[in-house]
């Protein structure tokens, strides 16, 4: 084939650029794959109708788009089966593209996930970035006949196998565990007051308000500038704020501990000088009975120890009622967001000690390493 060095190096980059976006957000997915399955089942949730069906589906989908997305980018790398591998990721940006320009429309989620939590994009952040890799997808396809591919068929099958052993490891190691890298504000030695305020020179929301008067039947639209004030031929009908502007938002901006009276427990249990100990179980119907049971010997340990310990969960007070009747647990409970249990930490349950507010440990409790 007459060479040609610019549709060379195109497909260079493109292969190049494509490989180690579809590596780099595969590998990130596999570090935290509960992060992933959170993100489908909240896409599924927005969905709503059908969708609600699918929601036992959300795992195993999961786990086939990190494997795929990682498969994907180190055939990309490696120049296995350039062809067939072009076509792939083909398929894959018109599927993603579309969708995400839905999202980005519709915005049912405001966090994309594509980066797991190690890059935050916004919804339409990520339809731009899905243009730019369709973009290179296609030059890729067709310039890579210009590209020679030197590996043998058993390479090829040896890079796949170990790519997919791999990562397919890595994610039961952090199931069983927790992720390595924890990219939330949670992570071990954050302070959690600290995340939660607001800098002196933090910008506020900005939001535009319109007030609505009818005068003989009409309806008319004001601001707060022409409103008709002290106008008594005027009556109000309603007032309208939109958000214009996004202020600023502390990364931790949804911590807030309830006890079974409805007491707010938060700035108690963060400026707590003793070890406080959380057991964080975001639904408590998605908890091994096994574990609440064995949770009963971990709060008796903390008694001894002069440790404070709370359960923490999303789940109702008549859920809490029913599992104290049912297995006889004496632990107290605190009632939690379960969107910031699954944050905080990624296991049901995972365990959290805290003091002064500072996250100094925690684990996944199928390891219980209390001290």
């Not at 549709?7 to 997915?29: E, Q």
């Not at 963060?270 to 574990?291: G, H, N, P, R, S």
């Amino acid at each position: 084939m007459k060479k040609n060095p610019f549709a060379y190096w195109s497909a260079v980059i493109s292969r190049f650029l494509l490989a180690i976006t579809f590596v780099f957000s595969g590998f990130v997915k596999a570090i935290d794959p509960l992060g992933t399955v959170y993100k489908i089942e909240d896409y599924l949730k927005a969905f709503g109708g059908f969708f609600d069906m699918l929601m036992p589906l959300a795992e195993p989908a999961a786990i086939c788009l990190i494997c795929f997305e990682f498969l994907l980018g180190i055939a990309l790398l490696f120049g296995v089966r350039n062809n067939l591998t072009g076509w792939f990721a083909l398929l894959m940006m018109l599927v993603m593209t579309p969708l995400t320009l839905y999202l980005a429309i519709k915005n049912p989620v405001s966090d994309c996930g594509c980066f797991g939590d190690a890059i935050i994009l916004t919804n339409w952040q990520t339809f731009g970035k899905n243009v730019v890799l369709l973009v290179l997808v296609i030059v890729f396809l067709c310039t890579k006949k210009y590209l020679h591919n030197f590996l043998k068929p058993l390479a090829e099958w040896i890079i796949t196998l170990f790519a997919l052993f791999f990562v397919c490891g890595w994610m039961t190691w952090t199931r069983l565990n927790l992720p390595l890298w924890d990219f939330r504000p949670y992570k071990v030695g954050n302070n959690i007051p600290e995340l939660m305020s607001y800098p002196d020179d933090a910008e506020p929301d900005v939001y535009e308000t319109t007030l609505i008067y009818s005068k003989n039947g009409v309806e008319h639209r004001f601001t707060l500038q022409d409103y008709p004030k002290n106008d008594s031929t005027w009556t109000f009908v309603e007032q309208q704020s939109v958000l214009v502007k996004k202020g600023y938002e502390p990364p931790i901006h949804d911590f807030e501990l309830i006890d079974e009276d409805f007491n707010d427990l938060t700035d108690e249990l963060l400026e707590e000088e003793q070890i406080v100990v959380f057991a964080v179980m975001y639904d408590l119907e998605k908890t091994k009975k096994q574990d609440l049971v064995r949770l009963q010997d971990l709060y008796e340990q903390c008694l001894r120890s002069g440790k404070r310990f709370y359960a923490l969960t999303g789940s109702g007070q008549t859920v809490v009622e029913d599992i104290r009747t049912e297995i006889g647990t004496t632990y107290p409970f605190c009632f939690v967001d379960p969107v910031t249990l699954k944050t905080i930490v990624r296991a049901n349950p995972g365990i959290v000690e805290i003091k002064e507010g500072t996250i100094i440990n925690k684990w996944n409790f199928r390891k219980n390493q209390i001290k």
